[in-house]
């Protein structure tokens, strides 16, 4: 029988791409389309929405019904309304994958309390090539330690309202870790005016924003009389949407608790 697939934030970029891919997947029946109360998409057909021809499901602002009639919710949305169904979620017995960005402090522990009694996948990044490129930083971070300066750069599209993107702090929680530091205490974000001489055990991020930009972030090791860049390009958003299909099969086999992207890519090692 298919796995019933709730998305939450349907209209919005990415939800329009997770229509499309739980369309495509073998295993996976779109049972639900949400939207934020008062969006001018309610009782849109879900299927027109994403472009796919008309399905006979129009999106809904019920989560509860909603969450009556799926096996997975998949939520890429904004972080209020994502820890909101985390909570209807938990309740409901129903597990999730979210794919939301800019989680601060009190987010994530009530995500953490939601997942005592539900699986939960939480990626900042739901690429198959990103999720590798973690573990290639891990290794040329333990590889060049201290003698080689760190720094994170990412581009992203001009409507994106969070800055350094999810996916370049977790490259930075990697560098820091492997390099035996703590981010919150070595993470510089921009610099201006007359910042000194660099300090060789910070991680410095930049961010730039603009155009139409997938996802582009690139780590620099900069060492004296070598360099070394380690790239990922994102060029379109189904790359991500069908990593969030895939972690919804694999998070439905799932105890309570939380996972990211490299638990559903076996990538732990
Ligand atoms: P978007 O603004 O295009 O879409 C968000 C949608 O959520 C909008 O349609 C909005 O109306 C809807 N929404 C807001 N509040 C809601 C609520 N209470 N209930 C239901 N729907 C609600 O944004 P986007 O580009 O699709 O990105 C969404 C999120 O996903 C961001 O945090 C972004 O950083 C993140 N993202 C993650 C990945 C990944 O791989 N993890 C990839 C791309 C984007």
């Known amino acids: 029988m298919a796995i019933r697939i709730g998305i939450c934030g349907a209209g919005g970029r990415m939800g329009r791409n997770l229509i499309a891919a739980t369309l495509e997947h073998a295993e996976l029946e779109l049972a639900a389309a949400l939207e934020r109360p008062g969006s001018s998409l309610l009782g849109v057909d879900a299927g027109e929405l994403a472009g796919q021809g008309r399905m006979d499901l129009t999106v809904t602002d019920d989560v509860e019904a909603a969450l009556a009639g799926v096996d997975v919710l998949i939520d890429f949305t904004l ?24 989680l601060d402090d009190e987010h994530k522990r009530q995500l953490r309390e939601a997942a005592t009694r539900i699986p939960v996948v939480h990626a900042a990044n739901f690429s198959v090539g990103v999720n590798l490129t973690l573990r290639l930083l891990a290794t040329a971070a333990r590889a060049l330690g ?17 800055a350094p993107s999810g996916t370049a702090l977790r490259m930075g929680e990697v560098l820091a870790h492997s390099l035996g530091r703590n981010l919150d205490e070595c993470a510089i974000y921009g ?21 139409d930009v997938v996802g582009d972030h690139t780590v620099m090791f900069l060492g004296l009389g070598e360099r070394m860049e380690i790239t990922h390009r994102a060029s379109s958003r189904m790359t991500f949407a ?3 299909t895939r972690s919804a099969v694999w998070v439905r086999q799932q105890p309570p608790g939380i996972y990211d992207m490299e638990d559903v890519l076996g990538l732990r090692g």
């Open 79 to 102: 972080p209020e309304a994502t820890v909101a169904n985390a909570a209807a979620c938990a309740g409901a017995g129903v597990p999730m994958v979210i794919g939301t960005t800019g």
């Open 146 to 162: 201290d003698d080689f300066d760190v720094e994170v750069i990412e581009a992203h599209h001009r409507h994106k309202i969070d």
């Open 191 to 211: 610099r201006e005016g007359r910042t000194g001489e660099r300090d060789s055990k910070t991680i410095g991020f930049e961010t730039i924003r603009g155009g």
């Open 242 to 244: 069908r990593g969030a």
